[in-house]
Structures are given as C-alpha cells and as structure tokens.
Nanobody, 115 residues
Framework: QVQLVESGGGLVQPGGSLTLSCAAS????????MNWYLQGPDKQRELVAS???????NYADSVKGRFTISRDNAKNTVYLQMNSLRPEDTAVYFC?????????WGKGTLVTVSS
C-alpha cells in the first residue's frame, strides 16, 4: 500500500521559515518524480515545486528564491524548505509522487502564515 505522509506544517509569522517533509512508503522512491502542491482557501490545487528522479528541480514563480525542494532517497523522503513566508503562502500543502501513469497523493499539511 502506497503512503505519502506530510509533516512540518504549522503557524508561522510572516518572514519566518518552515520545513515540510513527506515520507513515502510502498513505492520505489528513487524512481519517482516528487512534487509539492498547495491549495489555498477556495482555490484550485497548484504546483509549488518539483524534483525529478535525477534531482532536477522546478519552482512556481511565486516561490522562486524562497522555497527549496530536496530529496533523500535513502530515507524515502522529500522536503520543502520554505523561507521568507508570506500570508499568501497560507494553504494546505500536498506531497505528490508521479511515475508515468502512477500518481499518488498525501493527505496534506496545513501551513498558516499570520502575525
């Protein structure tokens, strides 16, 4: 059974930092592209950052220079380091694993940026 479990969300002040983690099980992690999506209140889910099996990365324009995605294949874990957080970053953040037609989602972790 495939599981993606996100952790690390919480309440942070504007300008602060958080690191999200997503632990995967039930997949051969190193073969999968891993992605972080966010879904804000009353908004569609959107791609924030992605990292391929070869560790190439890509970011949404809104987070470039502030967020960093990384992976540890030995731990079957993908991370999202988030710096200089803004109120508009408030959202549920979802982990996604993708390989061809295989597509798996975590249940999400809430990030709230507020003073």
């Amino acid at each position: 059974q495939v599981q993606l479990v996100e952790s690390g969300g919480g309440l942070v002040q504007p300008g602060g930092s958080l690191t999200l983690s997503c632990a995967a099980s039930g997949i051969i992690f190193r073969f999968y592209a891993m992605n972080w999506y966010l879904q804000g209140p009353d908004k569609q889910r959107e791609l924030v950052a992605s990292i391929t099996s070869g560790e190439s990365t890509n970011y949404a324009d809104s987070v470039k220079g502030r967020f960093t995605i990384s992976r540890d294949n030995a731990k079957n874990t993908v991370y999202l380091q988030m710096n200089s957080l803004r109120p508009e970053d408030t959202a549920v953040y979802f982990c996604n694993a993708r390989l061809g037609d295989l597509n798996y989602w975590g249940k999400g972790t809430l990030v709230t940026v507020s003073s």
